[in-house]
């Protein structure tokens, strides 16, 4: 893996352990990768809609299908 440093972090278990289950990761690193990785999936994703959107249905469709997508 490129670019890694071991690190100390101060972690809500249970929360570890409800996205374990959610991502079907195994390990706690495994875990937070994977949380990481879905962060900044959705963040481009989220990107790439508002260009969309933006250019052809203004801001408040793209704040509307935001929000649908992810269940907010």
Do not use: C
């Not at 278990?13 to 999936?41: P, Q």
């Amino acid at each position: 893996m490129p670019h890694v440093r071991r690190t100390s972090m101060n972690l809500d278990l249970e929360l570890v352990a409800e996205a374990k289950s959610e991502l079907g990761t195994e390990g706690t690193t495994e875990t937070v990768h994977a949380a990481l990785r879905d962060v900044v999936r959705r963040a481009r994703i989220e990107r790439l809609l508002a260009i969309r959107f933006e250019e052809y249905a203004g801001e408040e469709a793209f704040e509307k299908a935001r929000q649908e997508m992810w269940g907010e």
